[in-house]
């Protein structure tokens, strides 16, 4: 079995991570940072369980994964966990109650692939698990989370008589998770005006939220549209969710442009026949199985 430094583990992690999200249009950015020494030492020193062979070091690597949108979090998830096997019992997802606003952890174990596992070449080789932890967080969240990180939970006793301003704290957290909610709301919004508009290529620009390379939209389809609004209505009301699991599930690898994505979405869910007639056999063999 080949073994591998962790900063060789940590790049073709982001490298087959990256390669699955960038064939489904998510929008992100994915980091990866590797434990120093110094960092694994202190950490190793700072629990019994370590030291006493109880549990392992399970985060040597560390991958971040930063989305735009919320509600492409459990998607990702979804996507990870089909390359990885993933630790459940030591995963931390917070579902906290319609009151409460605190730091929501996103947090991931999985297990290396066989030849991605670690090599450290040092006495601490027998602390440290194959495996690597993986953060998902939101755009917005994302600074939050590094200053309350930085400056909050690595120094407790600073805020230890500062309740109220901790609390405040809290509050730019529960202002930027209702910005997100909110931003994802008036881009439907704008989705919507352009379908009552018959404005396709627009529609779908603002409605899908995807990373494609062309938003071109085929004059054949344009036609169809606006000749049929109750046929552009079935896709406006595509659910975005099942369609991005559907490109995954189905190994979707054409071009991310609007005019194949219609044409899939049309394959998988509308079947339109006017459509069909223009979409070319060996598309509509692959995906109408």
Same mark, same amino acid.
């Given at each position: =079995?080949?073994?591998?430094?962790?900063?060789?583990?940590?790049?073709?992690?982001?490298?087959?991570?990256?390669?699955k999200?960038?064939?489904?249009?998510? =929008?992100?950015?994915?980091?990866?940072r590797?434990k120093?020494?110094?960092? *694994?030492?202190?950490?190793?020193? %700072?629990?019994?369980?370590?030291?006493?062979?109880?549990?392992?070091?399970?985060?040597?690597? &560390?991958?971040?994964?930063?989305?735009?949108?919320?509600?492409?979090?459990?998607?990702?998830?979804?996507?990870?966990?089909?390359?990885?096997?993933?630790?459940?019992?030591?995963?931390?997802? !917070?579902?906290?109650?319609?009151?409460?606003?605190?730091?929501?952890r996103?947090? #991931?174990?999985?297990?290396?692939?066989? !030849?991605t596992?670690?090599? #450290? %070449?040092?006495?601490?080789?027998?602390?440290?698990?194959? @495996?690597?932890?993986?953060?998902?967080?939101?755009?917005?969240?994302? &600074?939050?989370?590094?200053?309350?990180?930085?400056?909050?939970?690595?120094f407790? !006793?600073?805020?230890?008589?500062? %309740? %109220?301003?901790?609390?405040?704290?809290?509050?730019?957290?529960? @202002? *930027?998770?209702?910005?997100?909610w909110? =931003?994802?709301?008036?881009?439907?919004?704008?989705?919507?005006?352009?379908y009552?508009?018959?404005?396709?290529?627009?529609m779908?620009?603002?409605? *899908?939220?995807?990373?494609?390379?062309?938003?071109?939209?085929?004059?054949?389809?344009?036609?169809?549209? !606006?000749?049929?609004?109750?046929?552009?209505?079935?896709?406006?009301?595509?659910?975005?969710?099942? #369609?991005?699991?559907?490109?995954?599930?189905?190994?979707?690898?054409?071009?991310?442009? #609007?005019?194949?994505?219609? *044409?899939?979405c049309? @394959?998988?869910?509308?079947?339109?026949?006017?459509?069909?007639k223009?979409?070319?056999?060996?598309?509509?063999?692959?995906?109408?199985?």
């Amino acid at each position: =079995m080949h073994k591998n430094i962790p900063s060789t583990a940590a790049k073709e992690i982001v490298s087959l991570i990256s390669s699955k999200l960038d064939k489904i249009g998510v =929008m992100y950015r994915i980091f990866s940072r590797v434990k120093e020494e110094s960092s *694994l030492n202190k950490k190793i020193e %700072s629990d019994e369980k370590y030291i006493n062979g109880e549990a392992k070091i399970q985060d040597l690597v &560390g991958i971040r994964i930063v989305l735009y949108f919320p509600d492409d979090i459990e998607l990702v998830h979804s996507v990870v966990s089909s390359s990885y096997s993933e630790s459940k019992k030591d995963a931390s997802i !917070d579902d906290l109650d319609a009151n409460t606003f605190k730091p929501v952890r996103y947090n #991931l174990v999985y297990n290396l692939l066989d !030849d991605t596992k670690y090599s #450290l %070449s040092t006495t601490n080789e027998d602390f440290v698990d194959n @495996t690597f932890e993986l953060q998902i967080r939101t755009v917005f969240s994302e &600074g939050w989370h590094e200053v309350e990180h930085d400056l909050r939970y690595k120094f407790q !006793d600073d805020w230890l008589n500062n %309740s %109220s301003e901790s609390r405040k704290l809290n509050g730019v957290y529960a @202002t *930027l998770e209702t910005s997100e909610w909110t =931003m994802v709301q008036l881009l439907e919004e704008v989705a919507y005006k352009h379908y009552k508009n018959g404005s396709w290529e627009a529609m779908f620009r603002q409605r *899908l939220r995807l990373r494609m390379r062309g938003f071109k939209l085929n004059e054949c389809l344009n036609n169809i549209f !606006d000749n049929n609004y109750e046929l552009a209505k079935k896709f406006y009301r595509i659910d975005r969710f099942n #369609l991005i699991q559907e490109l995954y599930k189905r190994e979707y690898s054409y071009p991310l442009e #609007l005019t194949n994505i219609v *044409l899939f979405c049309n @394959t998988v869910f509308i079947k339109n026949e006017a459509i069909i007639k223009i979409t070319p056999p060996e598309f509509f063999d692959e995906f109408s199985a």
